[in-house]
């Protein structure tokens, strides 16, 4: 990861570059949890899964009843994507491809690696807190 601060303020950081070479672990947090543009590399293995789930809104959010909204870049191999209706039916699946993303503003999903070694960047809303509870899983 390249980290690039302030001249004027040497402490600040204003940009981040990142390659798919500098993730070697399961899960990397990219971005510290305070900011409020929360990125993480993750890495999966073949028939691995991110089970059915979707946001909720959570009034204990800085800003209140905000729903988290999550958007996934495929880096590297292919995801089978799962998207779900607001009643937790399953609208479409698409396998997506490296330089694809999506984006998940209501609705539940979910994603299965097809392919070991595959790479996504997930983006979602900050700052992140893991003890507010603002997803909910399904079947």
């Known amino acids: 990861m390249k980290h690039i601060y ?11 570059i990142i390659k798919p ?9 990219i ?13 999966f ?15 204990k959010k800085k800003i209140e009843n905000v729903r988290i909204q999550e958007s996934w870049c ?3 191999g292919l995801v089978k994507g799962y998207f779900y209706d607001l009643n937790n039916k399953l609208l479409k699946t698409v396998t997506l491809k ?3 993303a999506s984006f998940t503003f209501e609705g539940g999903h979910s994603f299965k690696a097809l392919t070991d ?20 899983y399904f079947k």
Request: net charge positive; with cysteine.
């Open 74 to 76: 495929i880096v590297k």
């Open 6 to 16: 302030s001249k004027i303020n040497s402490k600040k950081l204003l940009h981040l």
């Open 45 to 59: 293995n073949k028939g691995e899964k991110i089970l059915n789930h979707k946001h909720i809104k959570n009034k």
């Open 98 to 100: 490296p330089g694809y």
């Open 21 to 29: 070479s500098d993730f070697k672990k399961k899960i990397t947090e």
């Open 31 to 43: 971005t510290s949890k305070d900011r409020s543009l929360q990125c993480v590399a993750i890495k």
């Open 117 to 136: 070694d595959t790479l996504v960047y997930e983006f979602k809303k900050g700052p992140y807190n893991v003890k507010l509870n603002d997803k909910v």
